[in-house]
């Protein structure tokens, strides 16, 4: 698509990286209306986490736009030197590319192609993803056919290998896939072709992190397989979601880890002014109002005081030494001349086109940003404008508050527990715990609470369900008790064969049906168990009825349209393929007597 340099601004004398679109693409109109979206896409964005827009232009008749450059490498190129990333960086990566993601999708973006190229780590440690180029270049509506598949096939969701349409929890599927990579030092699902690897990525069992890697904390491992679900709708929902539970999980298990190690040598602590020997203090390298951090085991008149310039941030130490840094913002490719991307030019280009640039400033980002022009009216009429604005939305910020201050009437509580009932999805049942919970404390005589109460007893089923589940993929299945661990397997029974699961349930229900009284899983297992064979039941007699409808259909049909010939060896098929099977008894029979006319009509 295109070569990445390192440029340099020649007003500021800051470092850019500076794209420039390939010369075969760049002299198609349609490529240029595309180009132009690209930057449009890539001005909203103005995120610590996301390199940075700063122009864009056009030098004879080549279209370039130039970045921020950031001085390190890419995740991708970081793991193939390293291998395999601790858990607590892989935390790190997950809160920082889950704001990047909530950012980008609160304009509407979607990224599509997120994977460890896509993901620069600078000399800070910070994360920066580039790319966006695909989400615009190739994602506008003009320029996506129905059907097409966009992305790297190693991190891209199983929706996106379909040819589906995208969402915000495929970037959150690439984001597991990513985190996944990062601990484990391999894709979530490989394979030898790129057929291959798609087919894997939407039909294959995820391998846990823990058959991978040791010591990963299980609430870590649980948010990366969660957000690798293959269906869309059982991934957390945004990466505000996503970005609360990574940090959730970092200051728990740094507690965690505090409470275990207790007063081990070696632990690092903050000291105020009355810790600190008088002689450190006098440390010109030491600020005001600075923190400094010092070992437990060792007196500070022993040891030199650790500075950090940030205490607001995790410090990654730097991974890229003075031979190792990345020229490009987005690629990472090698540094290419002029000459060499000027080979497959055409000839005389050097003379088309016209040359321009243009620095965007804040005003551009505003203006993009809120689809509204910048005002250029300073006169008192246009200083008052924006407060009447402000006073607008602070009004309207009250009234919605008062308005969701209020407790809603039983009605409307009842028509979300309804709605969500009759879905009869366990994601949908588990969403509306809190509103049945709130029906239930402010309508406790309202004569439909019986029917809340049950959702309820149903919802905490699906919880201790899905606790079974987690508990067998982390690999705690033989601690589980002989009936849990029946009921897990009946469970894997019916997602693949419904009359494997049937016979299954039946055999469970025979076992472990009088154990219902002795705690309250086991009730609710053998409460699911019947409802499952129920509902498997009732499908199967569906599919039955069904196939021997469409088989009368096929059979009226054969009797009057074919010649006896043709349809003797119809009937004679018919009896051939359906004689064992009973729901067709009938019809074969039928087919019997029609082959006993023919011969006798011969």
Same mark, same amino acid.
């Given at each position: ?184 030092? =391999? /894709?979530?699902?490989?394979? #030898? $072709? %790129?057929?291959?690897? +798609?087919?894997?990525? !939407?039909? @294959? ?113 730097? =991974? /890229?030494?003075?031979?190792? #840094? $990345? %020229?490009?913002?987005? +690629?990472?490719?090698? !540094?290419? @001349? ?265």
């Amino acid at each position: 698509m295109g070569t990445v340099y390192h440029g340099v601004h020649t007003k500021s004398g800051d470092p850019v990286a500076v794209k420039i679109i390939a010369p075969a693409l760049a002299q198609h109109q349609r490529f240029r209306r595309r180009f132009d979206a690209e930057i449009q896409t890539l001005l909203k964005l103005k995120h610590p986490n996301i390199v940075q827009l700063i122009g864009s232009g056009e030098e004879k008749g080549m279209l370039f736009y130039s970045m921020e450059y950031v001085d390190g490498e890419n995740l991708q190129q970081q793991l193939r030197r390293e291998k395999k990333l601790d858990w607590q960086r892989v935390i790190e990566i997950g809160i920082e590319t889950s704001s990047a993601l909530k950012h980008a999708h609160d304009f509407g973006i979607i990224h599509r192609d997120l994977k460890p190229a896509n993901l620069m780590i600078d000399t800070q440690g910070r994360v920066k993803l580039t790319d966006f180029g695909i989400a615009k270049l190739f994602g506008a509506a003009d320029a996506t056919v129905e059907g097409s598949i966009l992305g790297t096939a190693d991190f891209m969701s199983p929706e996106q290998a379909e040819g589906k349409p995208v969402t915000v929890r495929s970037d959150l599927y690439a984001l597991g896939s990513v985190c996944y990579a990062a601990l484990t030092g =391999r /894709a979530p699902f490989g394979g #030898k $072709t %790129v057929p291959e690897v +798609l087919f894997n990525v !939407r039909y @294959s069992t995820l391998t846990p992190i823990s058959e991978l890697v040791r010591d990963v904390p299980s609430e870590l491992s649980d948010l990366i397989e969660e957000l690798l679900a293959k269906d869309p709708s059982r991934r957390p929902p945004t990466g505000l979601v996503v970005g609360n539970r990574f940090q959730s999980l970092k200051m728990g298990l740094a507690h965690r880890t505090q409470i275990t190690e207790g007063n081990d040598a070696g632990r690092l602590k903050e000291l105020t002014s009355i810790d600190i020997d008088p002689e450190i203090l006098s440390d010109p390298r030491i600020k005001k109002n600075q923190t400094v951090f010092v070992s437990d085991h060792t007196h500070m008149k022993d040891e030199k005081p650790v500075i950090k310039k940030d205490a607001t941030r995790s410090d990654f130490p730097s =991974r /890229a030494g003075p031979d190792e #840094k $990345t %020229v490009a913002a987005e +690629l990472g490719q090698g !540094r290419e @001349s002029m000459d060499e991307l000027n080979v497959d030019r055409p000839s005389g280009i050097e003379h088309m086109g016209k040359t321009n640039f243009k620095e965007f400033e804040e005003k551009d980002r505003r203006r993009v940003t809120l689809t509204t022009s910048e005002p250029t009216d300073h006169s008192s009429l246009g200083q008052w404008i924006p407060i009447a604005i402000l006073s607008a939305a602070l009004l309207g910020c009250i009234g919605a508050m008062i308005w969701l201050l209020r407790s809603p009437s039983a009605n409307t509580l009842y028509g979300e527990i309804a709605q969500a009932i009759d879905s009869n999805d366990e994601e949908v049942w588990l969403s509306i715990e809190s509103t049945a919970l709130r029906f239930q404390e402010l309508y406790p005589n309202d004569p439909r609470i019986a029917d809340v109460e049950a959702a309820l007893e149903e919802i905490d089923s699906i919880q201790s369900i899905k606790t079974l589940q987690r508990k067998a993929r982390r690999g705690s299945g033989d601690q589980l008790t002989p009936m849990q661990q029946a009921f897990l397997e009946c469970l894997e029974a019916q997602s693949l064969d419904a009359s494997v699961a049937i016979r299954k349930y039946q055999a469970f229900l025979t076992m472990f049906a009088r154990e219902a009284e002795n705690s309250k899983l086991s009730k609710q297992l053998v409460s699911q168990a019947k409802r499952s064979l129920n509902m498997l039941a009732q499908e199967r007699d569906t599919k039955k009825n069904e196939a021997l409808e469409e088989l009368e259909k096929q059979a009226d049909w054969a009797q009057t349209n074919l010649s006896p010939e043709i349809r003797r060896k119809w009937f004679a098929a018919l009896v051939e393929l359906f004689d064992d099977k009973p729901w067709a008894k009938g019809l074969v029979e039928r087919a019997r007597k029609q082959l006993t006319q023919d011969d006798t009509g011969k």
